[in-house]
């Protein structure tokens, strides 16, 4: 510390003599001295730690990665001060490379096992050592996989009163995915296709969908992004009628008969039937072979109604049966 004490004092002098002369010729003087020991320091052996880009050579045909490779590896390393410098500043800087000859079988490599890969790349600097401690790589197989196409009628949003009348249709009905088998293989069995549109009353809709995201779906390449959807819709009313009950294996005598001998029916029919309703013909049976002793009743069955109606039901579904007085 004494020879560093000598310099600041004789600076203070140096200072002090020259205060009201020309700063020019000292600061000139300092600059001259700085610069020289300033390359003279760069002349000198350092070792230092440098990040260098990284690429990984591999055939790639029939491969993908999964995850983004590392782009850089960090090394420690020695040489002059002018080349460390200019390292320091990414003049010259190489790239380093790592070939890869079983991509598909390790995810890890260790970076210890690149100091000799990377010794020869960096000559004439010495690498000493990676400091990097592990370079993650996923890489896989590319795999295909065709999966049908269907819609979910949880999301078809019908105007109140509409229904489909047909089938659901698909162009293409099929979608064939390219991307990593570990992925492939956890692909669903079908395609759910949801429909965006609410409160559909077209007779006639067709639309082109996207189909839904799927999991790693930003690794996965359809054979089509869109699919387009037909159905057609018509509207359907909600109608009853009184139907008479008939009556079947029941005592000749009357002393056994029912207590209601009419019943209503509600349906909905679409509108385009609405006209063949008058003539349609409906058949309601009370059967006393079904009588149920518990309560007196006898369960109603429809059988007979058009075929283009829907919902179709009974009230009461069963009657009471009523015993005649004796005399």
């Not at 009201?20 to 730690?49: D, E, H, Q």
């Not at 990414?90 to 790592?98: A, D, E, H, Q, S």
């Not at 018509?234 to 005592?251: A, C, G, M, S, Y």
Request: hydrophobic letters at 40%; a neutral charge.
């Amino acid at each position: 510390m004494k020879p560093f004490r000598d310099i600041l004092k004789w600076l203070k002098k140096l200072f002090a003599y020259e205060s009201g002369r020309n700063w020019k010729v000292i600061t000139l003087c300092m600059l001259t001295a700085t610069t020289f020991w300033f390359f003279n320091a760069l002349n000198k052996p350092y070792s230092t730690v440098i990040d260098y880009p990284l690429k990984f050579e591999y055939d790639t045909e029939g491969l993908v990665t999964v995850n983004e490779l590392p782009n850089k590896l960090r090394v420690n390393i020695s040489g002059g001060g002018w080349s460390l410098l200019k390292q320091s500043l990414g003049i010259n800087r190489k790239t380093l490379i790592v070939p890869l000859d079983r991509p598909t079988q390790r995810n890890f490599i260790v970076g210890e096992e690149l100091n000799p890969i990377i010794h020869d790349q960096l000559d004439p600097l010495q690498a000493n050592y990676v400091v990097t401690d592990t370079l993650f790589v996923h890489i896989e197989k590319l795999a295909k996989r065709t999966l049908p196409v269907k819609v979910n009628k949880t999301s078809i949003s019908l105007r109140e009163g509409y229904r489909i009348v047909s089938p659901v249709r698909f162009r293409p009905a099929i979608v064939t995915f390219t991307g990593p088998v570990s992925i492939i293989k956890n692909l669903p069995d079908t395609v759910l296709i949801d429909i965006p549109e609410k409160e559909i009353d077209e007779q006639d809709y067709i639309e082109a969908v996207n189909l839904p995201r799927l999991p790693g779906d930003e690794l996965l390449t359809p054979s089509t992004t869109k699919v387009e959807v037909s159905f057609e819709t018509d509207r359907f009313t909600k109608l009853t009628r009184i139907v008479p009950l008939r009556q079947l294996n029941f005592p000749a005598d009357s002393s056994i008969y029912l207590a209601d001998t009419l019943g209503i029916l509600s349906f909905v029919i679409q509108q385009e039937f609405l006209d063949q309703l008058d003539t349609a013909r409906f058949d309601v049976l009370a059967d006393f072979g079904m009588f149920n002793e518990t309560d007196s009743t006898i369960k109603l069955e429809i059988t007979r109604a058009p075929n283009f109606i829907l919902d179709l039901k009974v009230e009461p579904s069963a009657v009471k049966v009523t015993y005649a007085k004796k005399k």
